[in-house]
């Protein structure tokens, strides 16, 4: 049984930075791949970012590339999704979610746990 527990939203002006921790309890995070998601306004959960559980292999949706990057502290137990030039479109209640396995995957139907959400706001 794996809780995660998000962390770090708020609300931002366009051009802002945020940075999203996801705290996991039990001494096993580090077989887990985890994954951000997130989910906006009138729209569907949609995949943002993941890692392997080692953290050598990461994905990320191409409407964040090269403007979010996930890490991750086996030692800590923590997830992080640091977002750089924020822009209104990524106004969204954002999930971490963890599952079992080497491999993360941008189906939100194969994580297995999940965060309660934190608020991302971006003014414009």
């Known amino acids: 049984q794996v809780q995660l527990v998000e962390s770090g939203g708020g609300l931002v002006q366009a051009g802002g930075s945020l940075r999203l921790s996801c705290a996991a309890s039990g001494r096993t995070f580090s077989s887990y791949a985890m994954g951000w998601f997130r989910q906006g306004p009138g729209k569907e959960r949609e995949f943002v970012a993941a890692?392997?559980?080692?953290?050598?292999?990461?994905g990320y949706a191409d409407s964040v590339k090269g403007r979010f990057t996930i890490s991750r502290d086996n030692a800590k137990n923590t997830v992080y999704l640091q977002m750089n030039s924020l822009k209104p479109e990524d106004t969204a209640v954002y999930y971490c979610a963890a599952r079992f396995g080497s491999s993360w995957y941008r189906e939100a139907s194969t994580y297995n746990y999940w965060g309660q959400g934190t608020q991302v706001t971006v003014s414009s």
């Open positions: 890692m392997s559980r080692s953290g050598g292999n990461t």
